[in-house]
């Protein structure tokens, strides 16, 4: 099939992928020369006067995972799928990078795929955290041909999940709409998620129904249809956890609406474009630029651009020839 091609230039501070340490693993001068370049160019703060390269790999191993671990916390919260998270796609700087097939799911799967050429599901959704670590590791692989001491990168790479954790109880923390986070939110956040898998209820959605769900619990509770005893049981567990924590005020709620958006980039919206440009409009890529440069704000008149796909329709994937 003859498609239109395009040229699509990508802006990032650096481009340096944990795949340009595993390519020179067996050159301890070549991987050292790239840790200096890149301690020098965008870790200057790691440089300690008088320190050995063995201390400035482990401060740099620790600084990536930290970076890494927020970074899909980040993506975990908002639904995004990479799609192709292999090392060579991973970003020395915690920056999200080479996402070609990736996706932000509509109805929620636990097990979401936005890859249709990833069948053993490696870069699920709910995979991603244990890949990204995994990533790491490899990483540290590579790092060992300047011979660190192995049980300090070890306790390095073990930091990912405590950074992990932060960040993603503290993203929960805001898009529920709590002023404090407890141990208890935790079942609060899993039983959550069940919720969304067992109904299909679309994730970006259900999220942004948070904020307004004690206003009108009847719309929230009717977004997990075939589920509603599980929604009733989960709305009634939060209700009093609002209570408890003294979250449900105006100023909460408008707090929620920032942290959950409204707008997403979907597949079918993308899809819409795409074909209109095909025939020389533009006006489709023009109004998701806008919208999705402010994705909390509502906008009377782009309802569609919220809604997931036309029930029936087919969901689309892609792949990294997409």
Not at 70 to 95: K, P, R, Y
Not at 118 to 146: E, F, K, T
């Amino acid at each position: 099939t003859v498609e239109t091609g395009a040229i699509v230039t990508r802006v990032a501070p650096s481009f340096v992928r944990f795949g340009s340490f595993e390519h020179w693993a067996n050159d301890a001068t070549r991987v050292r020369e790239l840790l200096d370049y890149v301690l020098r160019e965008f870790y200057p703060e790691l440089l300690v006067e008088g320190d050995s390269e063995q201390e400035r790999v482990c401060r740099f191993l620790q600084e990536v995972t930290h970076r890494s671990a927020e970074m899909v916390a980040d993506w975990q919260t908002v639904g995004f799928c990479h799609g192709v998270m292999n090392t060579d796609n991973m970003s020395i700087l915690g920056l999200t990078i080479d996402y070609g097939p990736y996706g932000f799911m509509d109805r929620f799967r636990v097990n979401h795929v936005c890859n249709h050429s990833d069948n053993q599901g490696r870069y699920a959704w709910n995979a991603q955290p244990a890949i990204v670590h995994w990533n790491l590791y490899r990483l540290a692989s590579a790092l060992m041909v300047l011979d660190p001491d192995v049980d300090a990168v070890k306790e390095r790479l073990q930091t990912f999940e405590a950074s992990f954790l932060k960040r993603y109880h503290a993203n929960l923390q805001a898009k529920f709409g709590l002023r404090t986070w407890q141990a208890d939110d935790a079942q609060l956040v899993d039983d959550w998620w069940r919720l969304l898998h067992n109904s299909g209820a679309d994730f970006t959605l259900s999220f942004r129904a948070l904020a307004h769900a004690s206003k009108a619990p009847e719309v929230f509770l009717s977004l997990f249809e075939g589920s509603e005893d599980q929604a009733q049981a989960w709305w009634q567990a939060y209700s009093q956890r609002l209570k408890l924590d003294g979250s449900d005020t105006p100023e909460q709620r408008d707090a929620m609406n920032r942290v959950n958006p409204l707008y997403v980039l979907r597949n079918h919206l993308a899809e819409q474009a795409i074909q209109a440009a095909a025939k020389d409009d533009a006006s489709e890529i023009d109004t998701l630029l806008m919208l999705l440069r402010d994705p909390d704000t509502e906008r009377a008149g782009f309802e569609a651009y919220a809604m997931p796909p036309p029930e029936g329709s087919a969901e689309l994937a892609v792949s990294c020839s997409s």
